[in-house]
């Protein structure tokens, strides 16, 4: 069983949509990471959270603790907006950091 | 700021031989990770230094694979001897702080490749 469940695993959207990626994890956290990954490989550090919401943009991350279960939201999509979105936490036995498999976004013009 | 240097961007190289990937972390932080991204295994963090010294290792997968931070500005992952299946792409990135709980700053990437 994996640590970090993410969902969709793949996500196609018209542009202008509003776009809802999911994260839900097992462990106890100490924070949540949500990482941006563009075709061309590069990871961006979208957001660090452990509680409550923040916004960056277009961009919404919200976690809840109880729940266990983090969204990231893109208001407007974009094309540009088209890459591989990572959840990850810190937490568990000894600290670890766990990764999600990712959620390939593809927005159509 | 540069960002987070890595160097080289593509190696190919045999089974067999050493291979030694090299990272440059943003000046001032204190923190510096190496992960490796394959296909099958997704995103894995492999080993993490906290001020030079090495917190957690418990990703790195085998005796083969070995990481030195000699000084805040440099650090290396070596592999030897390299086998295919450790054909990935090796990200390298710092963060301000100690742990993990705070912003990472990622390198491009070593994508290597072993024949």
């Known amino acids: 069983k994996n640590e970090v469940e993410q969902s969709p695993q793949n996500l196609t959207a018209q542009e202008g949509e509003f776009i809802t990626i999911n994260c839900s994890y097992s462990v106890g956290i100490s924070a949540l990471h949500w990482l941006q990954q563009h075709p061309g490989g590069g990871i961006v550090s979208l957001f660090m959270l452990s509680s409550g919401k923040k916004k960056h943009g277009r961009l919404i991350a919200t976690i809840n603790i109880q729940e266990k279960h983090s969204s990231l939201h893109i208001t407007a999509s974009h094309p540009r907006d088209s890459a591989v979105y990572i959840c990850?936490?810190?937490?568990?036995?000894?600290?670890?950091?766990?990764f999600g498999t990712g959620t390939s976004l593809t927005v159509i013009p | 700021d540069a960002g987070v240097i890595q160097s080289p961007r593509h190696e190919v190289t045999e089974m067999g031989q050493e291979v030694t990937l090299r990272c440059k972390p943003i000046s001032g932080h204190n923190s510096l990770f190496w992960y490796r991204q394959t296909m099958m295994r997704g995103l894995e963090l492999l080993i993490y230094?906290?001020?030079?010294?090495?917190?957690?290792d418990s990703g790195m997968p085998e005796d083969r694979f070995s990481a030195k931070m000699p000084n805040a500005s440099f650090s290396t992952l070596k592999i030897q001897p390299s086998e295919p299946r450790d054909s990935a792409v090796y990200f390298c990135?710092?963060?301000?702080?100690?742990?993990?709980?705070?912003?990472?700053?990622f390198g491009p990437g070593t994508r290597l490749t072993v024949t």
């Open positions: 990850a936490v810190e937490g568990g036995t000894g600290n670890q950091f766990y």
């Open positions: 990135a710092s963060s301000l702080a100690g742990g993990l709980s705070y912003e990472q700053y």
């Open positions: 230094f906290n001020n030079n010294v090495p917190i957690d």
